[in-house]
């Protein structure tokens, strides 16, 4: 509990702290309605996530757990890119709030680390996990990611997600999901993370009209067991597979309706549905036509 109420109480502080008689009056308005909304809610979120978490589960004495070799880093890939799109996001929203480029760069990140470093140290009191430092790293590595870029100004490798549903899920459905609604989510077989490169920006002084990068992916299947040692005693051969395609950099596309340029932030974080070379230890070098 001393955990939580450091991070409720001593983080909003340090993300939004100002002396008030700096700034104007509508940015103070602002700044205090953004942080009894948003901190209102996140802490009425993780307190409800806390209770169901303890009473569904008990609550232990806080422990350490190892969950690296889990799921063969798709989990860990899955940490860093929430991370970095609660960093854009909160930027998006700090710049509304009178900071400074430097400040929003900063305060992002933080951020980010913020509202997610909690739900490890809920993993650290239940008696079936324990707080993992590779879920804190791929934490810390996702916010990293984006404070790291922020400084110019713009995102040129920028993480995306794409699925597919894999027949795995139908082996173990209570933890690789049932429907495709959970699937998404607990399916890691189905899972592909991208790294989309906008080499346009990099090497073109003036960029193409169509916004097209490059990007290369990860993903895994044949696990229908978190450990590799799990799998290869059901009879599972877990592997690893690497994606090569093109994919779009949707900030780029000019429009002057907000509406689209929320539509765009979204998308901006799903791989489009594009031609890829893959490659696996398995099955070598493959095309694929359209791959999702």
């Not at 209770?51 to 880093?73: E, L």
């Not at 509202?115 to 079936?128: N, V, W």
């Not at 879920?135 to 920028?158: E, I, M, P, T």
Request: aromatic content about 18%; charged content about 15%; overall charge positive.
């Amino acid at each position: 509990m001393l955990y939580r109420l450091l991070l409720f109480l001593v983080i909003p502080h340090l993300v939004f702290a100002q002396k008030a008689a700096s700034l104007p009056d509508s940015c103070a308005k602002r700044r205090k309605t953004f942080l009894l909304l948003a901190g209102g809610g996140y802490a009425a979120g993780m307190s409800t996530l806390g209770y169901a978490w303890y009473r569904q589960q008990g609550m232990v004495g806080f422990s350490f757990f190892n969950d690296a070799p889990q799921w063969m880093g798709m989990d860990k890939a899955g940490h860093a890119f929430t991370a970095f799109y609660l960093a854009e996001n909160a930027a998006v929203a700090l710049r509304q709030l009178c900071y400074s480029p430097q400040e929003v760069r900063n305060r992002s990140a933080l951020l980010s680390w913020a509202a997610m470093l909690p739900i490890e140290i809920l993993d650290g009191f239940s008696p079936a996990y324990g707080f993992s430092w590779a879920d804190a790293g791929a934490n810390l590595s996702g916010a990293f990611l984006y404070w790291l870029q922020s400084r110019q100004g713009q995102v040129v490798v920028r993480p995306k997600y794409s699925f597919h549903p894999s027949p795995y899920a139908a082996l173990r459905p209570e933890v690789l999901g049932n429907s495709i609604s959970e699937q998404w989510l607990k399916d890691y077989n189905g899972q592909t993370y991208w790294l989309s490169f906008d080499w346009q920006a990099v090497f073109l002084r003036r960029p193409l009209p169509l916004p097209i990068t490059l990007a290369a992916g990860y993903g895994a299947e044949e696990m229908v067991y978190a450990r590799r040692e799990e799998n290869l005693r059901a009879g599972f051969r877990p592997y690893a597979q690497l994606y090569f395609s093109i994919d779009m950099e949707w900030s780029r596309v000019p429009t002057s309706k907000p509406w689209l340029r929320t539509a765009f932030r979204f998308l901006n974080m799903i791989k489009i549905p594009a031609p890829a070379l893959a490659w696996d230890e398995r099955h070598g070098w493959q095309w694929h036509w359209l791959y999702f």
